[in-house]
């Protein structure tokens, strides 16, 4: 998305959030225009939830070190031996748990998550974690217990405001799949929308490739797109639990808000 066409969608976003998250797909640190894209969030008074992979952390570690805009970071620390297999992620590791530091000294009140989205089921931790939290282990000179119940407390205070946050695998909706259930409750257009980079509205970050197109935020109002029918009906399905979108009815990650 072009800064002016995020300025514009920002503009319409800010008075109906406390927060933006700057992720559907793709890694927002590679943003050619990053810095940018922060600096019209600090004008605008909006606070950003960041989702990262972290590879690209060294580039913007003083921005988003000091950022006013900056609330909370995610690290996808599971995406790093999914995607480079033949690594070491000691060296990708520890630039992560360095900024951790340098960025309490600065800004103590952020909070930095260290997602695990890896578990196999509710209560296996996955073995590829045990180098991974032993050496965040060290690091921080902690001891970390290694259960973990997804299905009830996903997160763990390991120092200050940095914290651990495990959860199970998931599959990304598609139309190929087959149905779970016309049931269910989720928090798509009550708590969180997803924007797309050419302004196309969807229900949740999980339709990445916007199949269901409420309509584009650059050509109507924000406010009017969330009052048309289709967003409202999907909305008052949720709110009765039922899913009135074919999508929605394929979607396994529903299932975590049972």
């Not at 514009?8 to 959030?17: D, F, G, K």
């Not at 296996?124 to 217990?145: G, M, P």
């Not at 016309?182 to 916007?210: M, R």
């Amino acid at each position: 998305m072009g800064l002016n066409l995020f300025e514009t969608t920002l503009a319409q976003v800010a008075p109906m959030t406390e927060q933006v998250c700057l992720h559907l797909m793709g890694e927002p640190l590679a943003h050619p225009e990053f810095e940018s894209v922060i600096k019209i969030c600090e004008a605008h008074g909006v606070k950003i939830n960041l989702t990262t992979n972290g590879v690209l952390l060294n580039r913007y570690a003083e921005l988003l070190s000091t950022s006013s805009a900056i609330h909370q970071i995610n690290f996808s620390i599971h995406s790093f031996k999914d995607n480079f297999k033949d690594k070491s992620i000691l060296p990708y590791l520890t630039d992560i748990l360095n900024f951790s530091k340098m960025a309490f000294e600065r800004k103590p009140e952020l909070y930095i998550n260290y997602r695990l989205w890896n578990i196999f089921e509710t209560t296996t931790q996955n073995d590829s974690n045990k180098d991974i939290l032993a050496n965040i282990a060290k690091f921080f000179d902690v001891d970390i217990k290694e259960d973990i119940d997804v299905g009830s407390i996903k997160s763990k205070r390991i120092w200050n405001r940095v914290y651990l946050h495990f959860d199970s695998r998931f599959e990304w909706p598609s139309p190929l799949m087959p149905i779970v259930s016309t049931k269910g409750f989720c928090h798509a257009l009550s708590a969180h929308i997803g924007i797309h980079a050419d302004a196309t509205v969807v229900a949740c970050c999980l339709d990445k490739e916007a199949r269901l197109d409420l309509g584009n935020c650059a050509k109507k109002s924000l406010t009017e797109i969330l009052q048309d029918k289709r967003a409202k009906t999907m909305r008052e399905g949720f709110a009765q639990k039922k899913l009135a979108e074919d999508l929605c009815q394929r979607c396994t990650y529903i299932k975590r808000f049972q």
